[in-house]
């Protein structure tokens, strides 16, 4: 497998990164199996706090591994594990299976749900670029939300808009109307479980401070149709882009308190 050609299939996934990205082999990885009952209560001093705004012009793509979505406005978060730092988000994208009992990377007492999203920020006060701060151990900070079959979510009706015109791998959107950036959170972001953790794609950088939304939002099975309608870098159905999850190690997983 040479370098930037990873995927999820069995001669280029998961299994096989460690040939071409040894971080992918380290003892800090993610996505993990968070054991809700194991888990440390802890009080943070300052509550998280996501100061998200409307993006006007936001910028889509199907990779051929994923949905993204870049963004370029100020939106931010802070509190909660992060204390007083400020992180400033640069995309978010998701994570699915080929059907509704599989897909999420991190799983909740061995639960997966259909998909997951990651929305990806930056520690931009310490780092001059995106990729400094993505080899850096306090880099990152990624907020996972989970999708869950039920009331659709209206700003994942303008992302499942978007994702209808990128259907075909390196294919690009701009949306011209502006993008409900706050209606992708949960109702209460204040409960959530945090762990040290990793990018769960290549290089798989040691990089993040992971914080996984305990409330999930909601998706219609047609909103998941067209996650799985998109096609990946070989024309097929874009599904199972996944990692499974790695060993918790000697990491303590805190729930926020």
Known sequence: MCAGTWGYRDDNGPSVWARDYPKAAGQRQSPVNIDS????????????????????????????????????????????????KSYKLASFHFHW?????????????????????????WNYNKYDTFAEAAAADDGLSVLGVMLKIGEPNAALKQVCDAMEKVTSP???????????????LPGDIN?????????????????????????????????????????????????????PVMPLGNRTICCSN
């Open 170 to 184: 390196a294919t690009n959107f701009v949306m011209t109307s502006a993008f409900d950036l706050p209606g992708l």
């Open 97 to 121: 299976g080929s059907n509704d009992s599989h897909g999420s990377e991190h799983t909740i007492n061995s639960q997966a749900y259909p998909a997951e999203l990651h929305l990806v920020h």
């Open 191 to 243: 409960k959530f479980y945090t762990y040290p953790g990793s990018l769960t794609t290549p290089p798989c950088h040691e990089s993040v401070t992971w914080i996984v939304c305990q409330e999930t939002i909601g998706c219609s099975k047609e909103q998941l149709s067209t996650l799985r309608s998109l096609k990946d870098n070989d024309n097929n159905r874009l599904v199972n882009n996944f990692r």
């Open 37 to 84: 009952g194991s888990t440390k209560a802890v009080k943070h001093d300052h509550a998280l706090k996501a100061d998200y705004s409307p993006e006007p012009k936001m910028s889509c793509v199907n990779n051929g591994l994923t949905f993204v979505a870049t963004i370029n406005g100020d939106n931010f978060i802070s509190g909660g594990p992060l204390d007083t």
